[in-house]
C-alpha cells in the first residue's frame, strides 16, 4: 500500500455544526444538552454532544421523546438557517487565510490542498494551527483529518472525531497509520458507500475499509461501478478525485416548505407561492444565472387520513431566460391559478427553477418581445444588497405582508450576526 506522495489534503469538519453555533452565543447552556429542530419544528436534525450521549436520535420526530426532553432538560431550538450559513461562512473565509485551494464541500466542511505545505511545516502541526485559528476566530470547534487523498482525509477526520486522544487532528500521510486505521473502521464508514452497497460488499465478505481496500479494483468496477474502483484506489493512498475548487453550477433550483398549518385560503397559498418564487429568484441571481423553465405544485398532506387528498404541479417553458423577480412572479401566479382546486387543506407548495443560462448568452425569441425591463439588473441588484445587508427587507407585495402560513418556529434564536437589533447585549 503505497501513498502518493505528490498530493495531500485535509478534510475540516465543524462538530456538531447546527448545535454549536446555537450554544456559541448562549454560554448558559455550555453543559446543557440541546436539540436543533427541522421545518414546523418536526424532527430532530442536529444535537449537542450532551444530547448524544442521552440517547438522542437523529430524525426522531420531536412528540415522540417529549418526555425525554423534559425529563433531561433538553432545550430546543427551531432551525436558523440565517444564523448557520453565517457562521459557515466565517469558518470557511478563515480557512481561505490557511490553505492555497479550499473546497467547501458543505455547509460545515471544506477540503483544503496541502500538497506542498510539507516543505515548510510538518502537516500535523499545520493541522492543530487550523483547528486552534477557527475556534478562536469563530467559536466554533472542527476536526481535521490529513491523507494524501479525499477519501482517506474522511476517514482521519472520523478518528479525529472518534478518538479523544488525537486532540481532533489526525496525520494519515504514514501508510503504516493508514492500514491500522483502515483494519478498524467499518465499511460502511467509507465515503460513498451507502446502506445498499454495505449490505452487498458485507454479503461479499467485505466487512472493514481494509477489506474494500485489498479487493480487486477492476474485478468491483465490473459488479458495482467505476465510483467503486476510485473509491478503493483512494484507499490506497492514489489520488483519484481533485478539489473542485470551481463550484459547479445548479442544474436546478428548487424553493419549498411545509406549511406551518393547513391552508385553504386561496390568497394564503398564493402569498406562499410568492414568497418561495422570490426566494428562488434570488438563488438564481447568486448562480448568475437565467432560466427558461418554471414549475409551480401544491399539495395536500397524504399523511392526514379519511381527508380528501390533492397534488398538482406544472411546468412553463419561458420564451426568453430571465433572472428578474417580477417576470418569475407573473409566470407563478399564472401557474398557481390553473393548479388551484377549492375545498383541500394544502400542506405543502414549492417552486422550481431549471435550464440554465449565462445572462446575455441566448438568441432571443424574434416572435415574442423580450419582457426584460431596461432597469432590471440594476434594480435587482439593489434589492439583493439590502436583503443581504441584514438592515432590512425589501418584497414585493404578493408576498403578503404577515404571512400565517408561515413554518413554525417557536423555538427560534435571535439573528445574533445578520440583524442589528438581534446583536446579543451586555449590561
Known amino acids: 500500500m503505497s501513498a502518493a506522495k505528490n498530493t495531500a489534503f485535509a478534510l475540516v469538519d465543524c462538530n456538531n455544526f447546527y448545535a454549536s453555533c446555537e450554544k456559541l452565543f448562549r454560554p448558559d447552556l455550555k453543559h446543557t444538552p440541546i436539540v436543533v429542530l427541522s421545518n414546523n419544528d418536526g424532527c430532530i436534525v442536529a444535537r449537542s454532544?450532551?444530547?448524544?450521549?442521552?440517547?438522542?436520535?437523529?430524525?426522531?420526530?420531536?412528540?415522540?421523546?417529549?418526555?425525554?426532553?423534559?425529563?433531561?432538560?433538553?432545550?430546543?431550538?427551531?432551525?436558523?438557517?440565517?444564523?448557520?450559513?453565517?457562521?459557515?461562512?466565517?469558518?470557511?473565509?478563515?480557512?481561505?487565510?490557511?490553505?492555497?485551494?479550499?473546497?467547501?464541500?458543505?455547509?460545515?466542511?471544506?477540503?483544503?490542498?496541502?500538497?506542498?505545505?510539507?516543505?515548510?511545516?510538518?502537516?500535523?502541526?499545520?493541522?492543530?494551527?487550523?483547528?486552534?485559528?477557527?475556534?478562536?476566530?469563530?467559536?466554533?470547534?472542527?476536526?481535521?483529518?490529513?491523507?494524501?487523498?479525499?477519501?482517506?482525509?474522511?476517514?482521519?477526520?472520523?478518528?479525529?472525531?472518534?478518538?479523544?486522544?488525537?486532540?481532533?487532528?489526525?496525520?494519515?500521510?504514514?501508510?503504516?497509520?493508514?492500514?491500522?486505521?483502515?483494519?478498524?473502521?467499518?465499511?460502511?464508514?467509507?465515503?460513498?458507500?451507502?446502506?445498499?452497497?454495505?449490505?452487498?460488499?458485507?454479503?461479499?465478505?467485505?466487512?472493514?475499509?481494509?477489506?474494500?481496500?485489498?479487493?480487486?479494483?477492476?474485478?468491483?468496477?465490473?459488479?458495482?461501478?467505476?465510483?467503486?474502483?476510485?473509491?478503493?484506489?483512494?484507499?490506497?493512498?492514489?489520488?483519484?478525485?481533485?478539489l473542485e475548487w470551481v463550484r459547479p453550477t445548479k442544474q436546478q433550483i428548487i424553493c419549498s416548505r411545509s406549511f406551518g398549518h393547513k391552508v385553504t385560503d386561496k390568497r394564503e397559498l398564493g402569498e406562499a407561492i410568492a414568497k418561495y418564487m422570490t426566494r428562488a429568484a434570488e438563488k438564481l441571481r447568486s448562480e448568475q444565472r437565467c432560466c427558461r423553465v418554471v414549475s409551480v405544485f401544491i399539495r395536500t398532506s397524504p399523511f392526514i387520513p379519511n381527508e380528501p387528498q390533492y397534488s398538482a404541479s406544472l411546468t412553463v417553458e419561458l420564451p426568453n431566460p430571465t433572472d428578474d423577480t417580477r417576470d418569475l412572479l407573473a409566470v407563478a401566479e399564472r401557474i398557481f391559478h390553473r393548479l388551484y382546486r377549492a375545498g383541500y387543506r394544502y400542506a405543502k407548495g414549492g417552486v422550481m427553477l431549471a435550464d440554465f443560462y449565462e445572462p446575455g448568452t441566448v438568441q432571443q425569441d424574434f416572435l415574442c418581445v423580450d419582457s426584460t425591463k431596461t432597469n432590471s439588473k440594476a434594480l435587482m441588484g439593489v434589492m439583493d444588497k439590502i436583503n443581504r445587508s441584514g438592515m432590512g427587507q425589501v418584497f414585493f407585495a404578493s408576498q403578503g405582508v404577515s404571512p400565517q402560513w408561515a413554518m413554525k418556529r417557536e423555538h427560534l434564536s435571535p439573528a445574533y450576526t445578520t440583524k442589528w437589533d438581534d446583536l446579543p447585549k451586555v449590561w
Open 49 to 242: 454532544k450532551e444530547a448524544k450521549a442521552l440517547g438522542i436520535k437523529m430524525g426522531v420526530p420531536v412528540f415522540q421523546v417529549q418526555d425525554a426532553l423534559r425529563k433531561h432538560g433538553i432545550v430546543c431550538f427551531s432551525s436558523n438557517y440565517a444564523l448557520y450559513a453565517d457562521m459557515s461562512n466565517r469558518v470557511m473565509t478563515t480557512l481561505e487565510e490557511e490553505a492555497p485551494r479550499l473546497e467547501i464541500y458543505s455547509i460545515d466542511e471544506a477540503f483544503m490542498d496541502l500538497t506542498g505545505v510539507e516543505r515548510v511545516t510538518d502537516l500535523l502541526a499545520f493541522g492543530q494551527r487550523v483547528k486552534a485559528k477557527v475556534d478562536k476566530w469563530t467559536g466554533i470547534t472542527v476536526g481535521v483529518g490529513i491523507a494524501p487523498t479525499k477519501t482517506l482525509a474522511k476517514l482521519a477526520n472520523h478518528a479525529a472525531k472518534k478518538y479523544p486522544a488525537t486532540g481532533s487532528v489526525v496525520d494519515l500521510m504514514n501508510p503504516d497509520r493508514q492500514k491500522r486505521l483502515l483494519a478498524l473502521v467499518d465499511v460502511g464508514d467509507v465515503w460513498g458507500v451507502g446502506r445498499r452497497t454495505t449490505a452487498k460488499l458485507k454479503a461479499k465478505g467485505i466487512h472493514t475499509a481494509w477489506d474494500l481496500a485489498n479487493a480487486n479494483a477492476k474485478v468491483m468496477r465490473s459488479e458495482f461501478s467505476v465510483v467503486m474502483e476510485r473509491t478503493i484506489r483512494e484507499l490506497n493512498g492514489v489520488s483519484c478525485l481533485d
